[in-house]
């Protein structure tokens, strides 16, 4: 009778532990497909996102979220006030909240040229509970769910050299120049003239040939800066312009012209 027990705990685990194996799988799928991390609910595999945010998040952004951490040992830097609801890297419009998977990314990708850095350590469930308590110490209940803006997997058809020349008018066309400069170099005649941000330091255009973007550098991360704008900043979306093309001005693809103009305007500085 004992060893019929045993047996059919042996059977009932790895049945449990083959349908784990497949739910890994398709979640691991999902990311590739979607670049983001799979959200799920609850506990991470290294504790609540509450406990996760006291080890790795308070030193900087402090108990309470507001970006007044105590950082002993180490520069003051300016961290991230989550309680003011304003995010800069997202999939949704201004004015919202990012989703977990937005939150989830910045945390594994870390922010080039700043002082966030990455959390390799973390496991996609651990991004996920982490992604979660931020939104509640962001006023998720009073700012309602978040509803991202579409973003396609950089499938353009065109290479990406003669998309490039085809953007380079667009840039001209949507003012870009204006702040980032004709060249890139983020010197355009509005640079000096774009006051404080949000969070009331001095604005200064990215310069786009230095190949360093906060957002990420990627085809598909500066798609989604040109779509949803930089909340808290000068820099506007454009997601209202490339989704409703007159086929004249403005045609089908072309925000992924302006991508890649951008992208090549990187290794000119001089």
């Known amino acids: 009778m004992e060893f019929n027990r045993v047996a059919i705990a042996l059977v009932v685990a790895g049945i449990l532990s083959g349908c784990s194996e497949k739910g890994t799988q398709k979640d691991d799928a999902k990311v590739q497909e979607t670049g983001q991390a799979v959200i799920e609910p609850g506990i991470g595999l290294s504790g609540s996102g509450e406990e996760l945010y006291e080890k790795n998040c308070v030193k900087c952004h402090g108990t309470l979220g507001d970006g007044k951490g105590v950082q002993e040992g180490v520069p003051r830097v300016t961290a991230r006030d989550f ?9 949704t419009p201004k004015g919202s909240l990012p989703t977990e998977g937005d939150l989830a990314r910045t945390i594994a990708q870390g922010i080039p040229g700043s002082s966030m850095p990455k959390f ?6 651990d991004m996920a509970v982490v992604a979660e308590h931020l939104l509640k ?16 997997m950089a499938r353009f058809f065109m290479k990406p050299e003669k998309a490039a020349a085809q953007g380079s008018s667009l840039y001209q066309m949507l003012k870009c120049v204006d702040c980032h400069g004709a060249s890139g170099k983020g010197d355009g005649p509005l640079a000096d003239k774009l006051g404080k941000d949000a969070w009331g330091n ?5 310069d786009l040939t230095s190949g360093v973007f906060k957002g990420g550098a990627s085809k598909h ?12 900043t000068a820099m506007p979306g454009f997601n209202h312009v490339f989704t409703s093309p ?3 001005k403005i045609r089908r693809h072309d925000a992924w012209r302006l991508t890649e103009y951008i992208l090549s305007l990187h290794g000119t500085k001089k």
Do not use: C, F, N, W
């Open 83 to 91: 309680t003011s609801g304003v995010y800069k890297y997202k999939t």
């Open 120 to 125: 390799p350590h973390l496991s996609e469930a």
């Open 137 to 152: 110490l962001s006023g998720e209940k009073s700012m309602g769910k978040p509803i991202p803006i579409p973003m396609p």
């Open 202 to 206: 001095d604005q200064k255009p990215t």
């Open 221 to 232: 991360d500066v798609y989604r800066s040109l779509m949803t704008g930089i909340d808290g």
């Open 246 to 248: 007159d086929g004249k």
